[in-house]
């Protein structure tokens, strides 16, 4: 069993960066692959970024390159998004989820847990 929680949200305005942190709870969040996730208003939930359980492998949807990144340290059981560029369009909950094994996915269904979310508003 993982339980995650999220934190980090926030109003920002436009141009103006966020980190958002997910903590793990367990002593096998090194056995985990960890994910990132957002659901806009009124849109479905949306698969962000994603990182290997020994931090090796990441992978960004397009729409963030080169202005989100994801990293993790497994001493301090946590995984973090650092958005930067922030625009109106990056406004919802995000979400982090765990998988276990060893490589992301972009997939919802391919993740084991689930965290309850922080929201992120940006200001135009």
């Known amino acids: 069993q993982v339980e995650l929680v999220e934190s980090g949200g926030g109003l920002v305005q436009a141009g103006g960066s966020l980190r958002l942190s997910c903590a793990a709870s367990?002593?096998?969040?090194?056995?985990?692959?960890m994910g990132w996730f957002r659901q806009a208003p009124g849109k479905e939930r949306e698969f962000v970024a994603s990182i290997g359980w020994s931090g090796g492998t990441t992978y960004n949807t397009e729409s963030v390159q080169g202005r989100f990144a994801i990293s993790r340290d497994n001493a301090k059981n946590t995984v973090y998004l650092q958005m930067n560029s922030l625009s109106p369009e990056d406004t919802a909950v995000y979400y982090c989820?765990?998988?276990?094994?060893?490589?992301?996915?972009?997939?919802?269904?391919?993740?084991?847990?689930w965290g309850q979310g922080t929201q992120v508003t940006v200001s135009a």
């Open positions: 367990g002593r096998t969040f090194s056995r985990y692959a």
């Open positions: 989820a765990a998988r276990n094994g060893p490589y992301g996915s972009g997939r919802e269904e391919n993740y084991d847990y």
